[in-house]
């Protein structure tokens, strides 16, 4: 697979790539056609920027700085989180752990006091089922209110890089990265953020399904010097090792939603196609996804003689898309297509 949009790069040494574009739309209307889709959808959602500090002193950088060289500036100070894709449960991994309690409403809990969860979105079991008495507000056609109090516990560690200027003896400018991997706060004493949000509540009672409530908050980290004064802030020892006095910022963006699931009418323009990659033994692949089909009244192929007939076809045309109450039924007359004849 090609990393750059179809296309060998002529760079070897480059790092990044273009994503293919899976949707093309040629600007005919004729191509559009409605279909229904069965998703979930927000309900009511309220986003937060939380942030939280960490102050360091004398934090040792390495590597050392090499001999014969002196500091004239920094040049950038960078902040990126620590995470080990090896172990998902290391302790040195920035994590967030998140804690939500709710008035107004309550969350749906088995026999043994287990919260109930389903499978949300991003495929993994984020999603909890939410249950408040609504009939006062669905008698004046409005949601209920319900309040709620997060706490997030933030541990692990962050890597602060130095970009620094140097000169060597003969005023020859390099520049030169050092690095150092900070502590945020241990499990036993995690960073503490705390906000409070209010939400909408959809009709408990004339619906199928009860509400989702769904949460997710993505992390980032910012860094400075402590008093932005390099004369006072950052030490050079002897054998050449940075120590810096730093301030680190934890920027949270939190989200929470209400979803219930729909069913859904979208203008689409047809399947997604993928060019395949050529192969040098293989004439010909199966597909992995059925051709779209769409039920439309030709009259050159219908047949006459089964429009008072009930045959048991084992085949079928899809609903109709302007009206996805009338279902086919393979043993009985296409009343979709006798209505259109009519």
């Not at 920035?94 to 969860?117: H, P, Q, R, Y």
């Not at 939190?254 to 979803?259: A, D, G, S, T």
Request: with cysteine; net charge negative; hydrophobic share 30%.
């Amino acid at each position: 697979m090609s990393c750059f949009g179809g296309r060998i790069s002529p760079d070897l040494f480059s790092n990044c790539c273009n994503a293919h574009d899976l949707c093309e739309f040629d600007g005919n209307l004729n191509n559009v056609v409605s279909e229904p889709i069965y998703v979930q959808k927000v309900f009511d959602a309220v986003l937060f920027n939380l942030q939280g500090l960490k102050t360091v002193n004398n934090q040792c950088f390495t590597p050392a700085i090499p001999r014969g060289h002196r500091l004239k500036r920094i040049v950038d100070i960078r902040c990126k989180r620590s995470f080990n894709p090896q172990n998902v449960e290391d302790p040195t991994n920035l994590k967030l752990n998140i804690n939500t309690t709710i008035s107004g409403g309550t969350f749906i809990k088995c026999a043994n006091g287990d919260e109930v969860t389903v499978v949300g979105p991003d495929g993994t079991y984020s999603e909890k089922i939410i249950y408040a008495d609504t009939q006062d507000c669905d008698d004046q056609g409005r949601g209920t209110p319900i309040f709620g109090t997060q706490n997030i516990a933030i541990t692990g560690d962050v890597m602060i890089y130095l970009d620094l200027l140097l000169c060597d003896r003969y005023d020859h400018e390099v520049t030169f990265t050092v690095y150092t991997k900070v502590n945020i706060a241990q499990e036993c004493a995690p960073l503490l953020l705390t906000n409070f949000f209010e939400l909408c509540l959809p009709s408990t009672q004339s619906s199928a399904f009860l509400p989702r409530f769904t949460e997710f908050c993505n992390p980032a980290c910012e860094t400075r010097l402590a008093t932005n004064n390099l004369g006072r802030d950052l030490t050079i020892c002897p054998d050449g090792t940075i120590k810096a006095n730093l301030i680190i910022a934890l920027c949270v963006t939190c989200e929470k939603k209400i979803v219930i699931p729909v069913q859904l009418c979208v203008l689409s323009t047809g399947y997604v196609q993928l060019l395949p990659e050529s192969s040098a033994i293989c004439d010909s692949f199966p597909q992995l996804f059925p051709n779209q089909i769409q039920s439309k009244y030709n009259p050159e192929v219908e047949d006459e003689e089964d429009d008072c007939q009930c045959i048991c076809d084992p085949c079928c045309d899809p609903c109709n898309d302007n009206n996805f109450n009338d279902c086919c039924d393979p043993c009985r007359p296409n009343n979709n297509r006798n209505n259109r004849r009519r």
